[in-house]
C-alpha cells in the first residue's frame, strides 16, 4: 500500500485556458503565419470571436485582467475604430464567414457605449453570416447598466450576461475598490431580464482581502436570488509582479491557503445545495443549462474564456492582448493599446507571438482539456487519435501518486478519474502532462 503524502495548498499551476500556456508563446509566431492560418480556414468552417476592450472607468484593486483605466471618450472612439478595421483585416485573410460565438470582454465592453458597439457588429455583418451564431455573450459591470445599454444589447444580438459580482459584504467591497450593494446588482439583472435577455452569469471571488467563508456564503445564497443559470467562483489571484495596482491590497488582509481552499468549499456546497452542479474546476450550472448539459455529455470546452459550449475549431481574438487558437496553434496580439492600433493603422494583423502545436502539444493539451472539463481522461486512446503509439506516460502517472492515495484520482491502466474531492486539484492534476510546467519561469497563482 502507498504512503500517503500531503498535497501542499500552496502549490501553483497554469488555470490551462490553453496548452502550452501564453508564457509559453514566443515570436516565431507572427503576423505572416497569422495570415497563412486564417488562409487555411475554409469557407464553411465556424468560427468564434472574441473582442477585448481594455479599459475600465476606474480600476479594482484585485483586477487582474487586461485593462486600464479612462475617462476620456477619444482613445475609446479611436479604439473601437481599430477593432473595426481588425475585422476587416481578419476577413480579408480568410474565406471562412460562418460566425458561432461572439464573446465581449475586457475591461468594461459597454464603456463603447451603445452607438459604438451596434457599429462594430453591424460592421461584423457586412463581413460574416451572424445567422449561425449560437450565442452573443458579453461582460457587464453591473455598475453601468442601464435601460438604454440594455435595449443597445438586445439591438446587436446580446443572449447572455455574465455580471462581475466577485463578493456582496461591504467591508469587502470598500477594500477592493469596487462598491456595488446588493440592490444595484439585482437592479442590473432586472433591467437585462425586463428587454429580454434571460441568460444570466453571475462571477463571484474567494480569497479576497478580508474576506470570510460567511461572506463567501451570503454572497452565493443572495447571488442565487438572482436566478442566475451560471456562476463562476475564482479564486483571487494576487500576482503584483505581473499587476502593480494589486500592491495597494494589504497582503496581511489576505486569507490563507487553508482559508481559501474553506471558502472555495463553502461556496461550493451553498451552491450544490441550492441546485447548481458543479462543471469542471470552478463553475456551476442549473442542470437544464447548457454548460451542464455539454459537462454532462463530456462536451464541455476550456478556452481563454473559460468553460464554454463553443467547440468552433477556430477562436480568433480582436483587440489588445486578445488570444486567438486555430488548429496549428495560438496567436496573440500586443498587451498594450499603442502597439495594438499602430499595427492595425498600419494595415497588418497585429500579431506579436504565439505558438505553433507540435504533435506532442496537440496531444498533451487534449489530455490537459479532457481532465479540466471531464475530470476524466483515457490517455491511450487520446494518444492513439492525435496518432502516437506507444507513449509511455510513466513518468505523469508517477506524479499523480500522490492524488489516488489521497482519494482524488483513480487511476485503472491508462484510465484517469479525477474524484469530486479531487475536484479543487484539477489544475495540479492538469500539470502532470505539462512538459513545459518542469522547465517554466512563469509565475502562477496559487492552484486551489
Ligand atoms: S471593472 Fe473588471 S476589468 Fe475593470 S478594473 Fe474592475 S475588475 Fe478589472
Not at 122 to 134: E, F, N, V
Not at 153 to 172: E, M, N, P
Not at 215 to 236: C, M, N, S, W
Not at 296 to 322: C, E, I, M, P, V
Request: glycine share 6%; proline share 5%; hydrophobic share 40%.
Amino acid at each position: 500500500m502507498l504512503a500517503k503524502e500531503a498535497i501542499s495548498l500552496e502549490r501553483t499551476a497554469p488555470r490551462y485556458t490553453s496548452y502550452p500556456t501564453a508564457p509559453h508563446f514566443g515570436p516565431e509566431v507572427d503576423e505572416s503565419t497569422y495570415a497563412s492560418w486564417l488562409n487555411d480556414l475554409s469557407r464553411s468552417d465556424p468560427v468564434s470571436f472574441y473582442l477585448h476592450v481594455p479599459f475600465c472607468e476606474k480600476m479594482c484593486l484585485y483586477c487582474g485582467c487586461n485593462t486600464k483605466a479612462t475617462r476620456r471618450v477619444e482613445p475609446i472612439e479611436l479604439y473601437a475604430e481599430r477593432l473595426i478595421g481588425e475585422i476587416n483585416l481578419v476577413a480579408e485573410n480568410t474565406v471562412c464567414r460562418k460566425l458561432v460565438h461572439l464573446h465581449w470582454g475586457g475591461g468594461t465592453p459597454s464603456i463603447l457605449g451603445s452607438d459604438r458597439l451596434r457599429e462594430i457588429v453591424a460592421q461584423l455583418a457586412t463581413r460574416y453570416d451572424l445567422s449561425a451564431l449560437k450565442e452573443h455573450a458579453i461582460e457587464l459591470d453591473p455598475r453601468h447598466v442601464t435601460k438604454a445599454l440594455a435595449d443597445a444589447l438586445v439591438d446587436i444580438g446580446v443572449t447572455r450576461a455574465s455580471l462581475g459580482v466577485q463578493d456582496l459584504s461591504d467591508h469587502v467591497q470598500q477594500i477592493i475598490g469596487r462598491v456595488q450593494p446588493f440592490t444595484m446588482v439585482r437592479r442590473a439583472v432586472d433591467i437585462l431580464r425586463e428587454v429580454g435577455i434571460d441568460q444570466i452569469n453571475i462571477d463571484l471571488m474567494y480569497g479576497l482581502p478580508k474576506q470570510s467563508e460567511q461572506d463567501v456564503q451570503r454572497t452565493a445564497i443572495l447571488a442565487h436570488e438572482l436566478k442566475p443559470q451560471r456562476l463562476a467562483v475564482f479564486g483571487y489571484a494576487h500576482v503584483p509582479w505581473f499587476k502593480p495596482h494589486q500592491r495597494r491590497l494589504n497582503e496581511a488582509m489576505l486569507p490563507g491557503s487553508a482559508e481559501r481552499f474553506a471558502q472555495a468549499k463553502a461556496a461550493r456546497e451553498t451552491l450544490t445545495s441550492l441546485g447548481y452542479e458543479p462543471v469542471g474546476l470552478d463553475h456551476y450550472a442549473k442542470p437544464a443549462n447548457s454548460l451542464a448539459i455539454a459537462a454532462r455529455g463530456r462536451k464541455l470546452r476550456r478556452n481563454f474564456q473559460g468553460y464554454t459550449t463553443d467547440d468552433a475549431d477556430a477562436s480568433l481574438g480582436l483587440g489588445t492582448s486578445a488570444i486567438g487558437r486555430l488548429r496549428q496553434g495560438f496567436v496573440q496580439n500586443p498587451p498594450d493599446t499603442g502597439s495594438y492600433s499602430r499595427a492595425i493603422m498600419a494595415g497588418g494583423l497585429a500579431t506579436i507571438k504565439g505558438r505553433a502545436l507540435s504533435a506532442d502539444d496537440h496531444m498533451r493539451g487534449r489530455i490537459i482539456e479532457k481532465l479540466m472539463c471531464n475530470l476524466s481522461c483515457n490517455i491511450d486512446q487520446v494518444a492513439d487519435d492525435c496518432g502516437h503509439r506507444c507513449v509511455s506516460f510513466e513518468q505523469e502517472i508517477k506524479m499523480l501518486l500522490p492524488f489516488v492515495t489521497n482519494g482524488f484520482a483513480h487511476i485503472d491502466g491508462h484510465h484517469i478519474a479525477v474524484t469530486e474531492s479531487g475536484r479543487p486539484y484539477l489544475r495540479l492534476i492538469a500539470a502532470a502532462f505539462d512538459s513545459y510546467a518542469p522547465n517554466s519561469r512563469a509565475h502562477h497563482s496559487i492552484a486551489v
